[in-house]
């Protein structure tokens, strides 16, 4: 067997230097929890990024991979497929309204991309308007509507026409939003931003004044879909329709996909207007409908619902000294902290639970959405124990 130190080593030498990355080397993992090379194990509060929404390996996703890896793996979409046409079934059904149409890719910094495009070819338009503290990716369109200029400076001289506005200051969003506004694009709760969410009024404010000039409201739901705010989609919570949703991370249920999804109303996109050798491929797909049908027939919505206000009440009740404030939406929870996130994540995995930042000061909580209210005592337990 490998030895830790040598991975490190490897993975030092050879990799691109573009992640910080945290010294240890996880091999395995089932349902909420994963391994080092040592055996060690780790609640994995992080669920992969929030990709992992049912855990690792759930039986259901594995099994489905496995049938369809012996089955057919890929092939484009300038064919048809079984398993793609069984997606967009169960997608539409999950989807409001007539968000009805997809365009399938492999990740959601491609989403977003797929979503811009979209816009612009619906509207004819060039303009977009972002929020401050947005994250919508790292190829250079997504970044160029990414707020941090950390990721984004190096890069400027990409830039198309995007504004940044103040999140959640409608004044702000109703002065950029003009007739030659493609599209808004907006997160429903910001994610590496530090888990702020959008205000109801916020949302609808945006959807009215883009009803107003013809722009095109973007919903990026790539880290809030598919159950993780306690709603299907985070802008349910404010009853708004967007015409656009970027769509990835959990989809997939670890396999990489993304979507943009937009409504039928606005028809279909031009061909040859866009395109992708791996999106929509059998194996994805296949990994996505058990991911959806478990989430669905299981009632994890629900339920991510539940435990997530159960959770934040009593990290909000427990009054810890290290902690500001604690805010979010389902099981999407960021702790904003009175010092700063890094040297608490180490303490978190000392006590055995793996957690993620949200900037320098705050603590993001992703576990997986079928984590039970026990894993989640657990979790609580060791911020107590490291925040008190
Ligand atoms: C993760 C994320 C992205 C980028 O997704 P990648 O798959 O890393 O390209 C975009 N927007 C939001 C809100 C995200 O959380």
Avoid at 336 to 355: D, Y
Wanted: charge should be negative; charged fraction near 20%; proline fraction near 4%.
């Amino acid at each position: 067997m490998i030895e830790t130190a040598t991975v490190y080593e490897i993975e030092d030498r050879y990799g691109s230097g573009a992640y910080g990355k945290r010294p240890t080397a996880l091999v395995r993992g089932q349902g909420v929890y994963v391994w080092d090379i040592d055996g060690n194990r780790y609640l994995d509060a992080t669920s992969g990024q929030g990709v992992a929404a049912l855990g690792h390996c759930h039986p259901a996703v594995v099994a489905a991979v496995n049938a369809q890896a012996s089955t057919l793996v890929s092939i484009h979409e300038s064919f048809y497929n079984d398993r793609r046409a069984e997606l967009y079934t169960l997608l539409d059904s999950i989807t409001p309204a007539d968000l009805s149409r997809f365009f399938l890719c492999n990740s959601g910094a491609e989403a977003i991309e797929g979503a811009l495009k979209v816009a612009k070819l619906l509207t004819g338009r060039v303009g977009i308007v972002a929020a401050k503290r947005a994250f919508h990716g790292r190829t250079t369109g997504a970044l160029s509507m990414t707020w941090t200029p950390k990721y984004r400076k190096p890069f400027q001289a990409w830039l198309p026409a995007v504004e940044h506005v103040a999140f959640n200051d409608i004044a702000a969003a109703v002065e950029a939003i003009t007739p030659e506004t493609a599209a808004v694009v907006v997160e429903s709760v910001q994610g590496e931003g530090g888990v702020h969410p959008a205000a109801n009024e916020y949302l609808q404010a945006l959807r009215e004044r883009c009803d107003q000039t013809g722009a095109m409201l973007i919903m990026d739901e790539i880290q809030t879909g598919f159950g993780r705010t306690g709603k299907w989609f985070g802008f349910e919570h404010a009853d708004i329709l967007p015409d656009i949703v970027a769509l990835a991370k959990a989809i997939g249920g670890g396999l990489p996909m993304g979507a943009v999804c937009w409504r039928a109303a606005h028809g279909p996109i031009d061909r040859a207007s866009h395109g992708s050798t791996f999106g929509g491929n059998p194996l994805a797909c296949a990994a996505a409908i058990a991911t959806l049908t478990t989430i669905r027939d299981q009632g994890i919505v629900e339920r991510a619902r539940s435990h997530g206000e159960w959770l934040m009440d009593e990290l909000a009740a427990l009054n810890l000294r290290g902690v500001r404030s604690v805010r979010g939406r389902g099981l999407m929870i960021g702790l904003e902290l009175r010092g700063r996130v890094t040297p608490v994540l180490k303490a978190l995995q000392e006590q055995g639970v793996l957690a993620l930042p949200a900037g320098l000061n705050t603590l993001r909580l992703l576990p997986p959405l079928n984590i039970s209210r026990d894993e989640l005592r657990a979790v609580m337990d060791a911020i107590h124990e490291v925040l008190d």
